[in-house]
């Protein structure tokens, strides 16, 4: 059964740097893109980025190029963002979600981060 | 980069009846490259169409996907309960997934 699995609710400071995480299990994680995706309170979904577990390449939407990292570390089966200063802006649910290029097929249960002075 | 709208926001229908949400690209798009996706209140959202027409797997055939060009259509042939949620549909293109604002379908 493929699953993946995000680590908890976070609640950092303005300013801070964080790294979220998600875990994947039931396929062969490098055969298939991670990507991650925004939703911020009462609003849409925006896709922020994927990378290729495979070699690590990874692309971004120009909105979140520069602010964010997606990496991936294939000997644990783990996708990853992160923020180096959040902002209350960054207050959101983040979900990861895995691709085969084209589409989302299975979906993380999502990440709330929560900055708050 | 690739400009994603839909219609309506809000669609406010009973059970039983027919929907149909619109979703539009501001460029022409390989209908491969359209999929839809439920997203129910508190949870994360799940894929219903790919391919612009291709039910993913366990999707009941009272969801069905057509479209081409700059125009693709989610419709959904009798209400169900359960399908009152917010539907979002999504386009790939030049490396990058580009989301629509969604439509609400809400009980009437």
């Known amino acids: 059964e493929v699953q993946l699995v995000q680590s908890g609710a976070e609640v950092p400071k303005p300013g801070d740097s964080l790294r979220i995480s998600c875990k994947a299990s039931?396929?062969?994680?490098?055969?298939?893109?991670i990507s991650w995706v925004r939703q911020m309170p009462g609003k849409g979904l925006e896709w922020m980025g994927r990378?290729?577990?495979?070699?690590?390449?990874?692309n971004y939407s120009p909105s979140f190029r520069g602010h964010v990292t997606i990496s991936s570390d294939k000997s644990v089966s783990t996708a990853f963002l992160q923020w180096t200063s959040l902002t209350a802006s960054d207050t959101a649910i983040y979900y990861c979600?895995?691709?085969?290029?084209?589409?989302?097929?299975?979906w993380g249960q999502g990440t709330l981060v929560t900055v708050s002075s | 980069e690739i400009v994603v709208t839909q219609s309506p926001g809000t669609l406010s229908l009973s059970p039983g009846e027919r929907a149909t949400l619109s979703c539009r690209a501001s460029q022409s798009v390989s209908s491969s490259y359209v999929a839809w996706y439920q997203q129910k209140r508190g949870q994360a959202p799940s894929l219903l169409i790919y391919s612009a027409s291709r039910r993913a797997t366990g999707i009941p055939d009272r969801f069905s996907g057509s479209g081409s060009g700059t125009d693709f259509t989610l419709t959904i042939s009798r209400l169900e309960p359960e399908d009152f949620a917010v539907y979002f549909c999504?386009?790939?293109?030049?490396?990058?997934?580009?989301f629509g604002p969604g439509t609400k379908v809400e009980i009437k």
């Open positions: 039931g396929y062969s994680f490098t055969h298939y893109w």
């Open positions: 999504h386009v790939y293109g030049n490396s990058q997934f580009t």
């Open positions: 990378v290729a577990p495979g070699d690590s390449h990874s």
């Open positions: 979600a895995r691709s085969d290029g084209d589409y989302h097929d299975y």
